[in-house]
């Protein structure tokens, strides 16, 4: 059997006490590493917490290469962990249905999830949101310009849009590095943006919500890993109370 595993936000004690459970009686424990990070714990940290060996995926491992892993699902009790909860993440979608196809059993057990978290840590109501984009860093002849398509097309709508920011090898895109790089496309596409909410750490202790305009945000000190930014629309009072009250504004 293959069961996902969300860890939660943050650090190793966000896991809810069902997945720790089943982390205990798995066979085999695997951590995928690509599409989010805890950036409270390390492997180390996981390991010593639940008492388990943790063996780290990359992408390729889940994408291109997952015999290994169906294999052991397939003969015993595998726990797949990714932080958040599992099933946001495209990529997961496509590994439960690789099992289903050898005839494994599967399950989810979910964990608190950054898109729903964004909701109650910048006030923003749930029900306003449109659809999200991934912002990448910029490659050598490829610089993408369909989050900011996607951000105007909510704007237009008078939704709110979440915007996942990019992790790659280590390098985590900063609140700051994102309000440059959408500016830039912006006015290229004569789209104007009038208001960021920036958000660091959620789940933490102290995260850090800063919301105002491009200018504000940059200056923000937010401080380590993850970060994730919204582009609202307009706001609603209770909406633009909140911003006012814990991020800023």
């Known amino acids: 059997m293959l069961t996902f595993v969300g860890l939660g936000l943050?650090?190793?004690?966000?896991?809810?006490?069902?997945?720790?459970?089943?982390?205990?009686?798995?066979?085999?424990?695997?951590?995928?590493?690509?599409?989010?990070?805890?950036?409270?714990?390390?492997?180390?940290?996981?390991?010593?917490?639940?008492?388990?060996?943790?063996?780290?995926?990359?992408?390729?491992?889940?994408?291109?290469?997952?015999?290994?892993?169906?294999?052991?699902?397939a003969a015993g009790n595998v726990a797949f962990l990714t932080a958040g909860d599992p099933m946001?993440?495209?990529?997961?979608?496509?590994?439960?249905?690789?099992?289903?196809?050898?005839?494994?059993?599967?399950?989810?057990?979910?964990?608190?999830?950054?898109?729903?978290?964004?909701?109650?840590?910048?006030?923003?109501?749930?029900?306003?949101?449109?659809?999200?984009?991934?912002?990448?860093?910029?490659?050598?002849?490829?610089?993408?310009?369909?989050?900011?398509?996607?951000?105007?097309?909510?704007?237009?709508?008078?939704?709110?849009?979440?915007?996942?920011?990019?992790i790659q090898d280590g390098r985590y895109m900063t609140v700051g590095e994102a309000v440059d790089l959408i500016e830039t496309i912006a006015a290229q596409k004569g789209v104007t943006i009038p208001l960021y909410v920036g958000i660091a750490r959620a789940g933490s202790d102290h995260p850090v919500v800063s919301a105002g305009s491009a200018g504000q945000v940059r200056a923000t000190g937010f401080g380590p890993p993850l970060h994730i930014l919204i582009v609202p629309g307009e706001l609603h009072d209770m909406e633009k109370r909140y911003l006012e009250m814990f991020a800023g504004l």
């Open 10 to 73: 943050y650090d190793k004690t966000d896991i809810s006490e069902k997945g720790r459970a089943y982390i205990a009686a798995a066979d085999a424990v695997y951590l995928e590493g690509y599409t989010s990070r805890l950036t409270g714990s390390s492997v180390e940290d996981l390991e010593k917490h639940y008492n388990r060996p943790v063996r780290l995926l990359t992408r390729e491992d889940v994408e291109l290469h997952p015999d290994e892993l169906l294999q052991q699902a």
């Open 88 to 166: 946001v993440s495209t990529t997961h979608t496509d590994l439960r249905i690789r099992a289903a196809e050898r005839g494994i059993s599967t399950g989810i057990i979910h964990g608190a999830s950054i898109s729903s978290a964004v909701c109650g840590i910048s006030g923003l109501q749930n029900y306003r949101f449109g659809k999200s984009c991934s912002l990448p860093f910029p490659q050598k002849n490829w610089s993408p310009t369909t989050p900011v398509d996607v951000i105007a097309g909510n704007l237009a709508q008078n939704l709110h849009t979440l915007v996942y920011l990019d």
